[in-house]
């Protein structure tokens, strides 16, 4: 099938690579030239697993081509996803100016038979509704143009009532692991009344219902659930809510654990156990970040104030989790004491590993308050140390390996639990130390261990 995605960010491309993978042919478009650029030559401008390869390969296939020009990838696709940003606003409801802005460019642009229009970014419930207007209003700016450029023109006019539906599609992907994700999802959501659209979806996604290219091909097909456009919207905010939510929980629990000396990580695995419960999200730490929950979370807040709710629990959840994000900060202070004048370094600064995504990353509030009581404040992370990216990160010296981050630090702080980071050699680090203290802000590390090391091992909740 002939596809276009606008916008090609961390999801944007990753369903782009992945959908001319399995062999459609793919338009991707972004307004930021140097992204195209880079993305003509082969590269990836995000960090993802495997993503280069299938970008590679879908370019020598020649199912893949990218550019800036949204025309030619109205005009090639039959199914148009908009895949760009919706980032908070102060407010903590969600910037769909960029949404806005693709929806009217595609109205503006479209020329002639029939379009599925896919909401795939996460946007406020009723926007596929909205985004319905904004792509009328752009035909009709389009229809005003060119009755003005005069007669010649007029008899293009009939394309212009071309045919179109919007369906919205979330996206479950995990940054990290999303191209393994989108071979591999849990389930498809396909959000909208028109059956004819809903049908060209399914053909879309067929080979990876049917698991053709599934990492366990003996599985049986992905689910496809098909609903109305706002429970669809909806499907997307409650998920993340939830998940957040989950975690917020443990990290509560953690908290009391700490306080009457019992070890969150049994009482994780006692109750994961329960399969009403499951084991996964039940990981204590320094709390939820990056750049969907935050935003999510907030904006259904907000929703439901719109609509005279209060989401009393996705409050909870929220505030639970502010203060959980400077829990590090605590410990670092119970430990040394005054901060001012020492040295901590931060092992990772992701919000979570295999992503270079410093959006809204717990390590960006724990090097603010550090810095603002006067501690100095090194990070050794493997994707940004390597990649060089500092998008956003500022008061921070970032180190070139684990060795030089724990010279001459009083504390270090473990924030992302990349792989790399079980296999340190941490008895040298510990010497190169002026305090040997580990806040262990993932519960990744083996207490006894970095004891044997040499570390004063305080980790979350254990
Ligand atoms: P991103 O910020 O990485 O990418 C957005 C892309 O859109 C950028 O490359 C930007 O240059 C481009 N763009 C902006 N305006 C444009 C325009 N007018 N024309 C063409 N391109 C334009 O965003 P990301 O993370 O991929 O998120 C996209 C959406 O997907 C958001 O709504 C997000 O909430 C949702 N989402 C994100 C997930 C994630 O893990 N990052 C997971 C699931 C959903």
């Not at 940004?384 to 390996?401: A, F, K, P, Y």
Request: hydrophobic share 40%; proline share 4%.
């Amino acid at each position: 099938m002939r596809v276009c995605v606008i916008g090609t960010g961390y999801v944007g491309l990753v369903t782009g690579a992945c959908l001319a993978h399995i062999g459609h042919s793919v338009i991707c478009v972004d307004n930021n030239e140097e992204k195209v650029k880079l993305m003509k030559s082969g590269q990836s401008p995000i960090f993802e697993p495997g993503l280069s390869e299938i970008m590679q390969s879908a370019i020598q296939s020649g199912n893949i081509e990218f550019t800036t020009d949204i025309s030619a990838g109205v005009s090639h696709g039959e199914i148009l996803f908009i895949a760009v940003g919706t980032p908070p606003l102060p407010t903590g409801e969600s910037d769909t100016r960029y949404v806005e802005a693709v929806a009217r460019g595609i109205g503006a642009n479209l020329d002639g038979g029939y379009k599925v229009i896919v909401n795939k970014s996460t946007v406020p419930i009723g926007s596929g509704d909205w985004v319905r207007m904004l792509v009328m209003d752009g035909i009709a700016e389009q229809k005003t143009l060119v009755t003005a450029g005069g007669a010649a023109s007029q008899e293009k006019l009939p394309e212009y009532a071309s045919e179109f539906d919007v369906v919205s599609n979330p996206e479950f992907l995990r940054e990290g692991s999303a191209v393994y994700d989108t071979f591999n999802p849990d389930r498809i959501v396909l959000g909208g009344n028109s059956p004819r659209a809903i049908d060209m979806m399914k053909e879309l996604y067929a080979p990876i219902v049917e698991r053709n290219f599934a990492s366990d091909k003996s599985l049986p097909q992905v689910p496809v659930l098909a609903t109305d456009l706002s429970s669809a919207e909806m499907i997307k905010y409650a998920a993340n809510a939830f998940l957040a939510t989950k975690i917020s929980f443990i990290n509560e629990v953690a908290n009391i654990c700490d306080r009457v000396g019992a070890d969150i990580t049994q009482v994780a695995k006692g109750i994961g156990l329960d399969s009403r419960i499951g084991s996964k999200f039940l990981q204590a730490g320094i709390g939820w970040g990056g750049s969907c929950f935050p935003k999510d979370v907030s904006a259904l807040v907000h929703t439901a104030d719109d609509y005279g709710y209060e989401a009393q629990l996705l409050k909870a959840a929220v505030s639970v989790n502010e203060r959980q994000r400077l829990i590090a900060l605590e410990k670092l202070q119970q430990a040394l004491k005054i901060l001012k004048g020492k040295t901590v370094g931060l092992l990772g600064l992701t919000f979570k590993p295999d992503t270079d995504d410093l959006r809204d990353a717990p390590a960006l509030n724990l090097i603010e308050q550090l810095n603002r009581l006067g501690a100095k404040v090194k990070a050794y992370d493997p994707i940004i140390s390597q990649t060089g990216m500092r998008h956003g990160l500022s008061g921070v010296l970032v180190e070139t390996d684990a060795e030089r981050l724990a010279d001459g630090c009083d504390a270090l702080v473990l924030v992302t639990e990349w792989e790399q980071f079980s296999n340190l050699d941490y008895a040298k680090m510990a010497k190169l130390m002026s305090h040997a203290v580990m806040i262990d802000g993932r519960n990744f590390l083996d207490p006894e261990t970095m004891v044997r090391a040499g570390f004063q091992y305080i980790g979350v909740g254990r």
